[in-house]
């Protein structure tokens, strides 16, 4: 979307800008995390998909969503972005600045 093209494009810039001082700027982009915000939009998706095969609850529906459009073929959760920012703040992460990192079992891939 636009606007996830424009915090990427930010961080880069401040990446940029506040390398020499020492600053790490990048970019975590999250996949299909299971919050209930994304149920909520999740559970309309389902409730309005046209042509559903054998009506399933909603559950049976998400994951079998998930499996066949995520190669992990599991939700993300709250605390794998959490994992990812602990590390990027971390002394090992030191030489990594301005890159868009996924998140996302695999849904984004990029060569």
């Given at each position: 979307s636009a606007s996830k093209?424009?915090?990427i494009n930010f961080s880069q810039c401040a990446a940029r800008d506040?390398?020499?001082y020492g600053v790490r700027v990048n970019c975590l982009c999250p996949g299909m995390v299971k919050t209930d915000l994304n149920e909520g939009v999740w559970k309309a998706w389902c409730e309005t998909e046209e042509g559903r095969q054998n009506p399933q609850t909603y559950d049976e529906w998400a994951e079998e969503k998930i499996q066949r459009v995520v190669p992990l073929g599991e939700w993300q959760e709250p605390e794998d972005m959490a994992a990812m920012s602990v590390?990027?703040?971390?002394?090992?992460?030191?030489?990594?600045?301005?890159q868009t990192?996924?998140?996302d079992g695999g849904f984004?891939?990029?060569s």
């Open positions: 093209a424009g915090v506040l390398g020499p590390f990027l703040a971390s002394p090992r992460a030191r030489h990594i600045t301005g990192i996924n998140v984004v891939m990029h």
